[in-house]
Structures are given as C-alpha cells and as structure tokens.
C-alpha cells in the first residue's frame, strides 16, 4: 500500500478510521459473531481470512478502533459488475472469506460487509467508513461503490408479507428499514432485490444491491 492511499481520520475523541492492520484480525474475527449473531457459521469471516485480505487488496480494508479497541469494520474488494446479471450470493462472493474473487482491474468498490459495535451505533460511524471506502475508490480512479444491503427489518414481518412487498413499499418510501434506510440516507440507490443473497433470518435470507457513484459525497 503506497503512501498515497494511507488512510486516517479521527471522527471523535479516541475513534479512529485507519486501515485495517494483521493485529486488528483477532478482534475482527470477534466483532463478526457481535455483528451479524445469525448469519450462517460458513459465512462468517474469520481472522486468518482477514490477514489473506491484507495481502491480497490492503486498500480496501478498514477498521474503527477506540483506541486499541476494533469496534468497526468493513472489506471490500475490486470487481467489474454485471448489472444485466446481477444476481449473485454471498457465499460465492467472499470465496469461502479468501477474496480471491478481488480484481485488481475491477472498475467498482465492492463492499462485502460493514459492521459497528452495537455500543456504538448512532453516531455516523458507518457513514465515516463508507466515506473513507469512497475516498480510495476516488483516488484508485473507480465508478464508485456496490454493495448488498441485508434487508434486515423483513425477518420479522416475512410470516406478513412477501420480501418483494417489503422491498416495493422500502423503495416508494412507504416503509422503513434498520439497514436499507440508513444506507440510503448515506446516498446509495437501491438496483434490485436478491432473494437467497445469504443465509440469515433476520432478513429473510433477502438483501437488496445497492450503489453509489463516485460523484456523490458521503
């Protein structure tokens, strides 16, 4: 990683965006079970995965730290993206957590996960990791951000109605989403839905591709 796209930026007293480092990988192995609690055991990452995203894409990888303490996260790798077929899982994406789908020719950010400790939810820090994702994405000359939003609020309401229901009254406005609708509010545009995208209850197994261009600010 050149100096040139090291990254660091303090959002409050002692809460750091950096990129992520090989001591961060234990903690982040831990934050993943914190996290996402119900997804599938096979689709979680693990730190020796985290140490493979190091070598493979250092860029694209951040972290959140209270001082020593990992409290957010994201991976990301490159990709060029077929939006005439666009569907895809996340198993198949992470490769088994080793990034080897990465493209160092990739013209799009991919985010593959983004997660804040629960303690510390409120107070933007997504949004400062989807800014300093977007800053590499700018500086690495890329079309901007994909990502797959879990649709997190339909587990509970999916013995209702169908997720495609959920996901028409999500993108009129009617209803609202804990994940979807804070991703919005940051500037991504929903493109479509992904049913089995993953294997969680807490969305029904649904998540929703999403973009931002690199011309919006974050």
């Known amino acids: 990683m050149t100096a040139e796209m090291s990254y660091f930026e303090v959002v409050a007293?002692?809460?750091?965006?950096?990129?992520?480092?090989?001591?961060?990988?234990?903690?982040?192995?831990?934050?993943?079970?914190?996290?996402?609690?119900?997804?599938?055991?096979?689709?979680?990452i693990?730190?020796?995965?985290?140490?493979?995203?190091?070598?493979?894409?250092?860029?694209?990888?951040?972290?959140?730290?209270?001082?020593?303490?990992?409290?957010?996260?994201?991976?990301?790798?490159r990709?060029?993206?077929?939006?005439?077929?666009?569907?895809?899982?996340?198993?198949?994406?992470?490769?088994?957590?080793?990034?080897?789908?990465?493209?160092?020719?990739?013209?799009?950010?991919?985010?593959?996960?983004?997660?804040?400790?629960?303690?510390?939810?409120g107070r933007g820090l997504a949004r400062a990791l989807y800014r300093a994702r977007h800053?590499?994405?700018a500086k690495l000359g890329l079309k901007g951000q994909l990502a797959v939003g879990m649709m997190n609020g339909y587990g509970a309401v999916s013995g209702e109605i169908s997720g495609e229901q959920y996901y028409e009254e999500l993108i009129s406005g009617k209803r609202k989403d804990p994940t979807l609708t804070a991703q919005m509010k940051i500037g991504f545009e929903p493109v479509a839905l992904m049913p089995e995208h993953l294997n969680d209850p807490s969305c029904g197994n649904f998540g929703v591709l999403i973009k931002i261009d690199i011309g919006k600010k974050i």
């Open 13 to 44: 007293d002692g809460l750091v965006v950096q990129h992520t480092q090989p001591g961060h990988a234990q903690q982040l192995e831990e934050l993943q079970k914190t996290v996402f609690p119900t997804l599938a055991a096979d689709e979680l």
């Open 135 to 137: 800053e590499i994405a």
């Open 79 to 121: 990709t060029r993206f077929d939006f005439e077929n666009h569907h895809h899982t996340f198993k198949e994406t992470i490769a088994g957590g080793w990034l080897s789908n990465h493209d160092p020719e990739g013209d799009w950010l991919y985010g593959l996960d983004m997660g804040i400790l629960p303690s510390y939810r």
């Open 46 to 77: 693990r730190a020796v995965h985290y140490l493979r995203h190091l070598e493979v894409f250092p860029e694209g990888q951040f972290v959140i730290t209270d001082r020593e303490k990992v409290i957010g996260m994201t991976t990301t790798m």
